[in-house]
T-cell receptor, first 116, second 115 residues
Framework: DGGITQSPKYLFRKEGQNVTLSCEQN?????MYWYRQDPGQGLRLIYY???????QKGDIAEGYSVSREKKESFPLTVTSAQKNPTAFYLC???????????????FGQGTRLTVV | AQSVAQPEDQVNVAEGNPLTVKCTYS??????LFWYVQYPNRGLQFLLK??????LVKGSYGFEAEFNKSQTSFHLKKPSALVSDSALYFC?????????????FGQGTTLQVKP
């Protein structure tokens, strides 16, 4: 079955550590996105990529980094510079760059990151 | 600035009764609007979208939404609620700048359906 796979489901980070969240899709989608979800705040965009080897900052990119070396993969690194990383992280993808306006996004099952 | 508002943090409804989850938006030009549902500790599932055409849009699991341009609203509705409809619902609008596919989300509304 095609879909988006996020791993791990739960992740614990110590203060000062960098951690990487995985997002893989086999939908042959061009565009991929990372959102952060906090209670009562909806989803906020961290980074997005519309094509391999290119990505753009979203609304809350500080303390995060990404790469897009392969079409299928869009990993997110939460660095020690992110002061409040505890949140639920969601990865999404879109079918085609040519129809991004009217096409629904597909979401992974999320990774819950907790700082310990 | 583009935005989406969901004025109710929580909606409570009895099973079998109709439900409405409200959403208003602010964008320049014609909006592209979406509803998603999220169950606990899961990702978002697409319910329905409005792109153009008929103002009443039908989606998954018996849900529908009514687009009202004059009121800039896109309320989610269902004629008869089920306990299994209890979840967190998000309204979203497509960011109209730059053809990036970005979505702007409301803060979410928790729907509680009681038996």
């Amino acid at each position: 079955d095609g879909g988006i796979t996020q791993s791990p489901k739960y992740l614990f980070r110590k203060e000062g550590q960098n951690v990487t969240l995985s997002c893989e899709q086999n939908l042959n989608h061009d565009a991929m996105y990372w959102y952060r979800q906090d209670p009562g705040q909806g989803l906020r965009l961290i980074y997005y990529s519309q094509i391999v080897n290119d990505f753009q900052k979203g609304d809350i990119a500080e303390g995060y980094s990404v790469s897009r070396e392969k079409k299928e993969s869009f990993p997110l690194t939460v660095t020690s510079a992110q002061k409040n990383p505890t949140a639920f992280y969601l990865c999404a993808s879109l079918r085609s760059r040519d129809r991004v306006m009217n096409t629904e996004a597909f979401f992974g099952q999320g990774t819950r990151l907790t700082v310990v | 600035a583009q935005s989406v508002a969901q004025p109710e943090d929580q909606v409570n409804v009895a099973e079998g009764n109709p439900l409405t989850v409200k959403c208003t938006y602010s964008v320049s030009g014609n909006p592209y609007l979406f509803w998603y549902v999220q169950y606990p500790n899961r990702g978002l599932q697409f319910l329905l979208k409005y792109i153009t055409g008929d103002n009443l849009v039908k989606g998954s699991y018996g849900f529908e939404a009514e687009f009202n341009k004059s009121q800039t609203s896109f309320h989610l509705k269902k004629p008869s609620a089920l306990v299994s409809d209890s979840a967190l619902y998000f309204c979203a609008v497509r960011d109209m700048g730059g053809n990036t596919g970005k979505l702007i989300f409301g803060q979410g509304t928790t729907l509680q359906v009681k038996p």
